[in-house]
């Protein structure tokens, strides 16, 4: 019986579930003091540069038909690889509490029960949609999409058509800040999209139209976030909605938009799982991670990401530039070294510059920079690279 692969249009529509999420759009209430032209471009330009990244990563794994951290064993050897596994599992499991507990703070915004009862349901309705099963979501992902696509086209009526933007008072946000800001939510799914595109019938279409889609969409809650300190002087969704009488509507877009899209963290965080041995069941893990997720979400105080999402970029921005450099310049394919102390060498030369380069303003990011002198060191050491291996006998 030949396997089931999900369509273009199935992975178009896991992608716009990622970027429909409350997160985002209290993201995009940091891009306010720009004004909205500045804010605007700031927005577009990260998004150019992480959906860049975010389409050549999901190739990478669409081709190999391989999970993002199986590929990732490609350039840093078996063993060299579960140190991204576990740094993505716990990144994965961080996102799944702050996405829940914002999720949860907004609905009880809109209706008071108690935001640790959200987080139960909220925790509950992810793990439906892991039990569910990536490759029989297509229906049920295909209603609740169309729900939030009509809501949140609601929504951003209500915002914007509040007429004049206002004037924010100024804050300590450059151009270049805010670019850098705009790239991290993409960049946050580097080691996500392969877990997806992995399993799709036409994986570099799959890989495209996942990017476009979630780059699109994204913008586009950014867009509302910013919008929303603009023109109505309000960075609460949840106070937005109700002042706009959307009641339950609003209940649903929060709530849908937190499950849709804090299931895949907790899902790729048990396909990472997997790949730190055969005997776990990768499912199981994901049902953890949510439980985890739900308990962090109930007693932590998660208010800003801004932090953990530089966080997520300065490990996994050289970690994905190494591989894009050895996938399609150097055309480098599975091997099966244990551990590339070059490859591992040059991504830790790249997470400090990446810190170093958050200490300047840089007026397309630090991103981007890093990458790129990344995937330099790389091609330009890969021919001293080749008795580097921990397993090769010249390395000994």
């Keep these: 019986m030949e396997e089931r692969r999900t369509s273009v249009f199935e992975n178009g529509l896991i992608w716009f579930g990622a970027a429909v999420s409350i997160a985002e759009i209290m993201t995009g209430t940091y891009f306010a003091p720009l004004g909205f032209s500045k804010a605007v471009l700031a927005i577009l330009t990260g998004h150019i540069i992480g959906c860049t990244m975010l389409f050549l990563a999901g190739m990478i794994g669409g081709k190999l038909r391989r999970s993002a951290m199986e590929t990732a064993k490609m350039s840093f050897g078996r063993k060299g690889a579960l140190l991204f596994s576990v740094l993505n599992i716990i990144q994965l499991t961080g996102w799944t509490a702050i996405m829940i507990f914002d999720g949860a703070l907004a609905a009880n915004g809109i209706f008071s029960i108690g935001s640790w009862l959200w987080c139960s349901i909220i925790g509950m ?56 800001l705009s790239v991290a939510m993409p960049l946050s799914w580097l080691p996500l999209i392969s877990d997806y595109t ?107 990401i801004t932090e953990f999402l530089y966080f997520i970029g300065s490990v996994f921005a050289p970690m994905i530039a190494i591989q894009i450099a050895d996938f399609f310049i150097l055309k480098k394919r599975p091997e099966t070294c244990s551990f590339d102390i070059k490859n591992l060498t040059i991504w830790l030369t790249g997470f400090i510059l990446y810190r170093l380069l958050m200490q300047v303003d840089i007026l397309i990011g630090n991103t981007l920079p890093d990458m790129a002198i990344t995937i330099l060191l790389c091609v330009a050491l890969s021919k001293t690279g080749k008795n580097m291996h921990a397993d090769n006998p010249a390395f000994l």
């Design 125 to 180: 309705l992810i793990i439906l949609w892991i039990l569910i099963g990536i490759k029989n979501l297509g229906k049920v992902n295909t209603v609740a999409m169309a729900a939030l696509f009509v809501l949140t086209i609601v929504l951003s009526f209500v915002i914007f058509g509040e007429g004049n933007a206002m004037n924010i008072s100024k804050e300590s946000i450059t151009f270049g800040a805010a670019v850098e």
């Design 198 to 304: 992995r399993e799709a019938k036409e994986p570099v279409k799959a890989a495209a139209v996942s990017a476009v889609t979630y780059g699109i969409v994204s913008c586009w809650m950014y867009l509302i976030g910013m919008g929303a300190a603009l023109f109505t002087a309000e960075s609460d969704i949840a106070q937005i909605m109700v002042k706009a009488g959307l009641g339950i509507a609003g209940l649903l877009i929060v709530v849908f938009s937190t499950v849709t899209t804090t299931f895949l963290d907790a899902y790729s965080a048990g396909v990472s799982s997997e790949s730190l041995s055969g005997k776990i069941n990768g499912r199981l893990i994901a049902v953890a991670v949510t439980v985890a997720g739900t308990f962090g979400a109930m007693f932590l105080p998660l208010y800003d």
